[in-house]
């Protein structure tokens, strides 16, 4: 099953029940069945996909069969979508399909088309493709009463590649006892390297344990960053208030004018003046304005507000 993709590039959907047909002249790029691969979307108190990466492991840890994965992991909005996938049984699989590395121009996960199923597609007689809150879903075709079958617009562009040095880690044997030789001239330093590390981490552990320990940090530092996040959000919420606060109470005030009310409700500091006229007003807020903090005014029942959200 394939498609022609822009000009001397098709389209290849790879799954373990779907037939191929490759003709070894052209190049593919080959999208990845949902079944070859793992996907979670979570919001998540981190700011670079790197460091997400860098916790896939774990994240993944309950859900995943023994075996040796490889991640990837890329933003969607707010949001973060992580893959686990094993690159060993993607390259069996396209040599029991009998597609060569060589006609390979890219690889991409079913994630990738999700933009393009606005209904059930159908993969095979059995199985179809479906998009639910985000997530592309290989499911029974019985579940649904119809289905299109699958086709890729041509001018869209395919995002997020796996790149070609991810799976590509067969090698030949000439190479390979090149590597063991290296591996093996360094042996006897890191054993070496490896006792003094381990002295190392008993000693950084205990600090940890007692850094934790005074300042009642969290176990994780997911956990952490999360507290931290919330203690920049009051704190810039609570200096922005500080300075227009200031800012409204520096007002050069006449006689029979006075501040009513001061309020803080749902990031809002609102500011009631009694006595100020239209003709006035640029008075009352020249501070705000000489400090650019944004406001709005209005007035309600004769009295003069001032609105700074925070």
């Not at 597609?99 to 597609?121: C, H, T, W």
């Not at 289905?147 to 390979?176: C, D, F, M, W």
């Not at 590597?179 to 001239?185: K, M, T």
Request: proline share 4%.
């Amino acid at each position: 099953m394939f498609w022609r993709f822009k000009e001397e590039v098709e389209i290849l959907f790879l799954d373990t029940c779907t037939y191929v047909d490759v003709d070894t002249t052209k190049k593919y790029n080959i999208i990845l069945s949902p079944s070859l691969y793992w996907v979670k979307k979570l919001s998540l108190p981190l700011k670079y996909t790197h460091e997400v990466k860098k916790i896939a492991p774990s994240i993944f840890e309950e859900i995943l069969p023994d075996g040796n994965y490889n991640y990837l992991v890329y933003k969607d909005g707010d949001e973060f979508l992580l893959f686990a996938y094993e690159d060993k049984k993607i390259l069996e699989l396209l040599e029991s399909k009998g597609v060569p590395l060589s006609v390979v121009k890219g690889l991409y996960f079913a994630q990738s088309i999700v933009d393009r199923l606005d209904e059930p597609y159908r993969v095979n007689d059995e199985t179809l493709l479906v998009e639910k809150e985000g997530i592309v879903l290989l499911l029974p075709i019985s579940w649904y009463e119809a289905a299109k079958p699958l086709k890729i617009e041509e001018n869209k562009r395919l995002k997020y590649p796996l790149k070609l040095q991810q799976y590509g880690h067969i090698v030949k044997s000439a190479t390979l006892y090149k590597v063991i030789a290296l591996l093996g001239v360094f042996s006897l330093l890191l054993i070496f390297e490896y006792v003094v590390l381990l002295k190392q981490q008993e000693h950084i552990t205990a600090l940890k344990d007692e850094l934790f320990t005074r300042y009642h940090l969290k176990p994780t530092m997911m956990q952490n960053r999360a507290i931290l996040a919330s203690y920049e959000k009051k704190y810039k919420e609570q200096k922005e208030l500080r300075q227009a606060t200031i800012a409204l109470l520096k007002s050069s005030l006449k006689q029979g004018e006075y501040i009513e009310s001061i309020l803080v409700e749902k990031s809002v500091l609102k500011v009631t003046f009694v006595g100020i006229t239209s003709a006035e007003k640029r008075r009352v807020i020249a501070n705000l304005s000489k400090a650019k903090i944004p406001f709005k005014t209005e007035y309600i029942d004769n009295k003069f507000v001032v609105e700074v959200k925070l």
